[in-house]
Every structure is written in C-alpha cells, then in structure tokens.
C-alpha cells in the first residue's frame, strides 16, 4: 500500500478532486499528482494543509508518518511543554520556516484561501 493510498481515499469520500485540494493549497495539480505517482513522502507542511483543508486528521491521511513516528526530528505525539523546548531548540531560520508553515495554516484555518464548494467529480 503506498503512502498516499488514505489520501486518495479520503478524497473520493468526500466526492472532490485532487486538483480541488491542490488549488487550495496553493499547489499545481501536477505537482500534486507527480509527488502522488512517485509515492514521495509529503512535506510536513503539505501534509497539515491536506489535513486541513480536508478536515481530516493527518494520520489518517498519512499514517506512516504518525502516530509515534518523527518527521524531521519532531515528534507528533507531543505535549506543550516538549514543543517549547524543542522551539528553543532551533535555529533562526529553522523558527522562522516554522514561523511561516504555522501562519500558512493558520490562513487555512480563517478560510483565506476561499472555501468554495467540493467538485462532485472523484479525484
């Protein structure tokens, strides 16, 4: 089973497209589709803009990345206290992607990419 197979999944149950879920993560459909026909793992931060935009949890589209698994060192099962630790840990420009991958999902929470209604079409 390949890793985007609960993606798929989760898509067609919904009865929308993967270039509905690509526009509104600001990505090409085809980069979308070739990262999906390569099996290559999803960045952290697409993978919590799916999530997101599905209303899905992330392990439920991506389990092999969670629960009790790390991407890039940073673990998903993780308490308040042990996110600022790990936050302090880093260096300028890594809190500063971090930064930017946390307001990108918070735009996705206040709607500003557009919640326009699913296509009808399987993806």
Known sequence: ????DKFKEEIRKQKTTQEWVANRVGMSLNTLQGK???????????????????STPVERLFPELAPNSTLEGISWE????????NLRSL?????????IQVEALAQLDRGSLGKSSHSTQAG
């Open 91 to 99: 260096t300028p420009e890594h809190l500063q992607a971090v930064a």
């Open 36 to 54: 999906i026909s390569k099996d290559r793992e999803p960045l952290l931060s697409e993978a919590l803009a799916f999530a997101s935009i599905l």
């Open 78 to 85: 993780m308490n308040h206290q042990d996110l600022l630790r």
């Open 1 to 4: 089973m390949g890793q985007w």
